[in-house]
Every structure is written in structure tokens, then in C-alpha cells.
């Protein structure tokens, strides 16, 4: 009986993705919870795994667009797994006989006792079936589109190693990236389809721009006092914790200080309603290779250092690893951007709807600046506000700034429980 293979609904206002990648192909023998395809929409990257076992057949191609509920393969459940096949010796290889030359007796293994010299014969590929490779091998075969029986292995008696078919896949891809472009009119430019989640964060910029009277208030601070307290706490902390402290967490406390004295910047517009939220939920942006993603820290006021630090680590790697849920991203009442990891010496960030403000750290930089009458380097930041002027005054957001920049520049401000 064939099993019908439909996009999952993977959020309420997602109604389309597209299939990024399959992990299986047609024909292939799938069991339960192997990973099929990866679905890429606006918001997250998932994949999407089997709930029966049986034999895939996929209905639509890599890189195309579904809607959320359409069928894009099938599996077969009445068929069974094929049998795993034993690792049979390899079979001795005759010459033909137009190529056999007379040369000296052969020991037991088909090797000439006494080697003579011989023309040069190209290495001979791997014969182990496709069946006996390992699923990391096998998942690289088939999304490179590579052919096995092609590539040498070094591995125990011939089998593919991973680094074997990752050095195939680079020397695939390598006569592509050596055309010279200038010789093919159509080189000059390439033209490709913009990512589901690339399109939404444009939307989302735009409609950022065209609904919001976005301004930009600017300020300095002192990281001296959070660099020594970091670099006293720093061993401690993390035999404790099993984590690093970093200064995010700084900020994002400092953000929540902030917030309370000056509550306007934690609420934001409804049609024509101001909604003033009373919790703190605080949007870290995160950069990936697929754009820019805000998980969500909830609670921010009620957690530690050490809560806050594993909740934007576990961002971090589950954004790398393309594993952010809806949830993960939604709800969010204000955002911190951290240009300065890229090396960002100012900037003005554009806001998060429906938010109302967003923080912008930036590079730490020794400059000289004026401590009690004297000239002295420190280590300085420029932070960057940007709010929505219909709902924040100028007064409010140079306020809120003021204390984010107190709050730093002397953390036992902070609510300091390490």
C-alpha cells in the first residue's frame, strides 16, 4: 500500500516551503523516523521524517516550492527491507587475453613473485556494493549526485571512508568553479530564486520602513568594569555553569533594567491601540548562513547569567544547525543586534515588528576618552537605539540608552547572580 508523503503544517502563518534537499531518493528502503527531505520556509528549516518504512518514491524535484498539506512522495509499506549483503572476497581479475604477457610465476595472492616492470595502470575504483556503505558516506553520495563505483577507498578492504567521498565531492565541483567566466556571455551574472526565509526578512525590512517612523539615537560606553568583572568571574563561572559568561548577558540584563525605568520601549502599536507588555522577552539576533534569525530568550528578568548564557548558546547552535522552531522565534517584546562580532563600528538597526525599539552593540574598541580631567584609553562601544517615533519620544529613548549605558559601565547596577 503506498503511504502518501505530505508537507506538514509547521506553523500557524506558514503556508508554503520549499524542499530543499532529499536525504533519501526514489527506491531507496526507508524506516520509520529516517529523515526524507528538509523543508525550508520563511521562518525555520526542518526535516521531515518517515512515518512508515517501506520504499520512497518521490514526486517532486530539490528546489521547488509546496504548499503546506501537498503530497510530495510516497512509501510503499508492503514492500520489506532488501537482505544485507555479506562482504564476499574480491573475485582474482584476468587479463584479457589480447594484454597477457609472459612474465614470472605468481605466488598465492596473484602477485608476481619477482615484479617486473609494468605499464601504469590507473588505481582501481572501490567495488563494495552501495548497500555496505556507512549512512555518512551514503547521505554525502547522494546529495553530491557522486558515483561510488568512480572513487577509490581507503578505508578497510577498499570501503569508502568519508574523507574519500568529501575529496570526490571538491574535485567534482572543482572544473565548475575554474570556468572562466568572461568567455560565456551568460557567466556575468547569476541569477537564482531568493530563499523562503530570505524573502521574508526582506518583507519584513521593508514593511519595517514604510510603517514605522524609525529613528536613531547613539551613546558610548566603558566595557572596563564588565571586562574585569568577566575576567575575575570567567573560571569560576564556568566550572559552575559549564558555560562561558559572555557579554551578552550583560546587555541583555542591562536591557531589562532599561525597560523598567523606561516601559513605552517595551510595548508597540495595534492598529490604533498602544499594547504595553508587562514581561520581558528579549529577541537575540543570530546570523546564519541562510540569514539573519531572532530566537527568543522569555523571562529574561527572572534568569540568571548562567540561564541566559546556555539559552544563547543553545540559539546559536540550533540556528547553525538549521533546528529553530516557531516558538523559538516569536514573541519577542524588544531585540539586541550584535554587529560588533563582524567588526561593526556603528550602525543604525532597522526595528523588529511589531517592536517598538532595538538595540545595536557594536565593536569594543581602545579609544582615548576624558576620565576626571585626563586623557586615557579605554575600552569603548558605540550603542545605537532604534525606535519607533510614533509611539517613543526622543526623551524616552535617550533615557533608556542612558541606562543601558549606566547599567554597563557599572554592573553592580545589575542584578548580579552568577
Not at 547521505?139 to 577498499?158: A, N, Q
Request: some cysteine; proline content about 7%.
Amino acid at each position: 500500500m503506498a503511504i502518501e508523503v505530505k508537507i506538514p503544517a509547521v506553523g500557524e502563518s506558514i503556508s508554503s516551503g520549499v524542499v530543499s534537499v532529499w536525504h533519501k531518493k526514489s527506491g531507496d528502503f526507508v524506516n520509520a523516523g529516517d529523515a526524507l527531505f528538509t523543508l525550508e520556509t520563511d521562518k525555520v528549516s526542518t526535516e521531515i521524517t518517515a512515518e512508515t518504512s517501506g520504499v520512497l518514491d518521490t514526486i517532486v524535484p530539490e528546489g521547488q516550492e509546496v504548499k503546506i498539506g501537498e503530497v510530495v512522495a510516497t512509501i510503499d509499506d508492503s514492500k520489506t527491507a532488501p537482505p544485507e549483503e555479506k562482504q564476499a572476497p574480491r573475485p582474482k581479475t584476468k587479463e584479457p587475453e589480447a594484454e597477457k604477457k609472459p612474465v614470472a610465476a605468481v605466488d598465492d595472492r596473484g602477485r608476481s613473485a619477482k615484479p617486473s616492470p609494468a605499464p601504469d595502470r590507473a588505481e582501481p575504483a572501490s567495488t563494495i556494493p552501495a548497500t555496505a556503505l556507512s549512512p555518512a558516506v551514503r547521505r554525502i553520495v547522494e546529495e553530491e549526485h557522486l558515483e561510488p563505483e568512480r572513487i577509490s577507498g581507503t578505508g578497510k578492504d577498499g570501503r569508502l571512508t568519508k574523507g574519500d567521498v568529501l575529496v570526490a565531492a571538491e574535485k567534482a565541483r572543482a572544473p565548475e568553479e575554474k570556468i572562466d567566466k568572461k568567455q560565456e556571455p551568460e557567466g556575468r551574472i547569476t541569477r537564482k530564486r531568493m530563499s523562503p526565509l530570505r524573502r521574508k526578512i526582506a518583507a519584513q525590512l521593508v514593511m519595517a520602513q514604510h510603517t514605522a517612523a524609525i529613528l536613531t539615537t547613539f551613546n558610548e560606553c566603558d566595557m572596563s568594569a564588565v571586562q574585569e568583572l568577566r575576567s575575575k568571574s570567567q573560571d569560576a563561572f564556568t566550572k559552575k555553569n559549564s558555560v562561558k559568561l559572555g557579554f551578552m548577558s550583560f546587555f541583555i540584563k542591562a536591557c531589562v533594567e532599561a525597560l523598567k525605568a523606561v516601559p513605552v520601549v517595551n510595548g508597540r502599536i495595534e492598529d490604533e491601540d498602544f499594547i504595553q507588555n508587562n514581561f520581558y522577552d528579549i529577541g537575540v539576533a543570530v546570523g546564519t548562513e541562510r540569514g539573519l534569525v531572532v530566537p527568543v530568550v522569555r523571562d529574561a528578568d527572572k534568569k540568571s547569567f548562567a540561564d541566559l548564557e546556555r539559552d544563547i548558546a543553545d540559539y546559536a547552535t540550533k540556528a547553525r544547525e538549521g533546528k529553530l522552531k516557531i516558538e523559538d522565534l516569536t514573541g519577542g517584546t524588544f531585540t539586541i543586534s550584535n554587529g560588533g562580532v563582524y567588526g561593526s563600528l556603528l550602525s543604525t538597526p532597522i526595528l523588529n515588528p511589531p517592536q517598538s525599539g532595538i538595540l545595536g552593540m557594536h565593536k569594543i574598541m581602545p579609544r582615548p576618552v576624558a576620565i576626571g580631567g585626563k586623557v586615557e584609553v579605554r575600552p569603548m562601544m558605540y550603542l545605537a537605539l532604534s525606535y519607533d517615533h510614533r509611539a517613543i519620544d526622543g526623551k524616552e529613548a535617550v533615557t533608556f540608552l542612558v541606562k543601558v549605558k549606566e547599567c554597563i559601565e557599572d554592573p553592580k547596577k545589575l542584578p548580579l547572580a552568577f
